[in-house]
């Protein structure tokens, strides 16, 4: 396909068990987003990786959490010892970032992690 | 870093109705970008808004940018059950690529 991919679909998971989130970007695509959305509310942002730059993970919520991206393609999100607070959609996109940063971001279907 | 706001947080009205959502902050904005977020689906561009004072329009959605590039509204006319969704901002500052979304607009159309 030609969209943004996101696997798992769903994620159960025991407290204290550690998770990995994948997304697949569309190809060529040299930015990537990964989000974080509680039930009913915004985005909020977790990290932001382009080409070959250092990312930028300033919406990290903990040290709990960290994401990297290989060959400049598919991108991981691994929680550490989940709490039953990371509960949530954790949403991937992806956009073909040029100098005027007007660009589309295109997301896949997120992934819902349930931390029981 | 840009204090965004968007209002209402939830809106609830009969099909056929017209409504305005707004997007506002205390920043200048090079552009600014609306999506819709339909249930269990991720969030899907509607429009790019670059110039200040420029209006858009998608059928019956009106899109319109500050003339000092600090806010944005969107007008639905005779609002449809298929506009139900959370609609979010994202601006875009001056050398900025994170792309950071306002807390949207929860859109209920009763038929």
């Known amino acids: 396909g030609a969209g943004v991919s996101q696997s798992p679909s769903n994620k159960v998971t025991e407290k204290g068990k550690d998770v990995e989130l994948r997304c697949d970007p569309i190809s060529g695509h040299t930015a990537l987003y990964w989000y974080r959305q509680s039930l009913g509310q915004g985005l909020e942002f977790l990290i932001y990786f382009q080409g070959n730059s250092a990312p930028d993970k300033s919406g990290l919520p903990s040290d709990r959490f960290s994401a990297e991206r290989t060959g400049g393609s598919v991108s991981t999100l691994t929680i550490q010892r989940t709490q039953q607070e990371d509960s949530a959609v954790y949403l991937c996109a992806s956009s073909l970032r040029d100098t005027s940063a007007n660009t589309e971001a295109f997301f896949g279907q997120g992934t819902r992690l349930t931390v029981v | 870093t840009q204090l965004l706001e968007q209002s209402p947080q939830f809106l609830s009205i009969q099909e056929g109705e017209n409504l305005t959502v707004y997007c506002n902050s205390s920043s200048v904005f090079s552009s600014l970008q609306w999506y819709r977020q339909e249930p269990g689906e991720g969030p899907v561009l509607l429009v790019t808004?670059?110039?200040?004072?420029e209006v858009k329009k998608l059928k019956r959605l009106t899109f319109q940018f500050g003339d000092a590039r600090k806010d944005s509204s969107l007008h639905i006319t005779a609002a449809q059950p298929g506009d139900t969704g959370l609609y979010l901002c994202a601006p875009s500052g001056a050398g900025s690529y994170q792309l950071t979304f306002g807390k949207g607009t929860k859109l209920s159309v009763i038929p």
């Open positions: 808004v670059v110039t200040g004072g």
